[in-house]
């Protein structure tokens, strides 16, 4: 990694609060990154700054660092990091997640440019215990625990948003449904949720969220399923019975272990026989 720079003129102390023109210090990733992301986010980028995918990184003399990191698409994405005087730094990156200021991938690159200026790994205990670390059963838990709280994030953002279902399936509760924003305000945007069984594993969303958030589940998604309600549900489980429909669509595969191609997202729903 190419780390030679002058980056006198930023401006960020120990803590990360700002304060006068000095290089910032490397440490204040690792104790303040928690403030910057989500745990899921931290989680992951962490997980991927662990397997290596930073391949590159440089640091100017504007405050800027450039990093290129591996993830689910062909080529790395760029990510684009700046300090700021005060607060935490910004960051671009060439991924389709804007969800948070930061990505994992911008995490990632962060947490590498610590160890790079330090030459000691990031600690991050208060994102995963060490046991959790070293345990394999013990990281599945955190990791199923932080997708538990992301999707009642969900859950509570499709209520508290006012997400309205504008369209549903005609001759039954399985196919595609509208749904749109409850905010009059906003210009009217359809997004189609396809419900494809009853137990929802195989529903997919075309917003962005769903095709980056690795949960299986969105905002939309679980609009449509607190619109269709107990009586739906049943409804649901006897149209999933009896269907004998096949369906392709795409939904991202979880990638805290692997590396996926384009083409192993793709899945298929076949009804059970």
Request: overall charge positive.
């Amino acid at each position: 990694m190419n780390n030679s720079k002058d980056t006198s003129r930023v401006s960020v102390d120990a803590d990360g609060s700002g304060g006068v023109e000095r290089p910032p210090d490397p440490f204040y990733v690792e104790r303040n990154i928690g403030s910057w992301a989500s745990s899921r986010v931290v989680s992951r980028g962490r997980d991927y700054y662990r397997q290596g995918r930073v391949s590159s990184l440089d640091s100017d003399e504007d405050n800027r660092l450039v990093a290129r990191v591996a993830g689910n698409a062909e080529q790395p994405y760029r990510v684009e990091i700046r300090f700021a005087r005060s607060g935490p730094p910004t960051a671009r990156c060439g991924c389709p997640y804007d969800w948070e200021p930061l990505c994992k991938h911008a995490v990632a690159a962060l947490l590498a440019w610590q160890q790079s200026e330090t030459g000691s790994e990031p600690k991050l205990g208060g994102v995963a215990s060490a046991r959790a670390e070293d345990d394999p059963a013990e990281r599945e838990n955190t990791l199923r625990e932080l997708a538990a709280i992301e999707r009642e994030d969900r859950r509570k953002r499709a209520i508290e948003e006012g997400l309205r279902v504008r369209r549903t399936p005609a001759g039954g509760p399985l196919g595609d449904y509208a749904v749109t924003s409850g905010d009059p305000t906003r210009k009217t945007e359809n997004y189609r949720v396809a419900v494809r069984d009853a137990d929802w594993v195989h529903a997919s969303c075309g917003c962005v969220d769903f095709m980056t958030n690795e949960l299986g589940t969105c905002k939309h998604i679980e609009c449509v399923r607190r619109y269709l309600g107990k009586e739906g549900a049943r409804r649901l489980a006897a149209a999933a019975a009896r269907s004998r429909r096949v369906s392709a669509y795409v939904s991202p595969r979880a990638s805290d272990r692997l590396r996926f191609e384009a083409a192993e997202e793709i899945r298929f729903h076949v009804p059970p026989a």
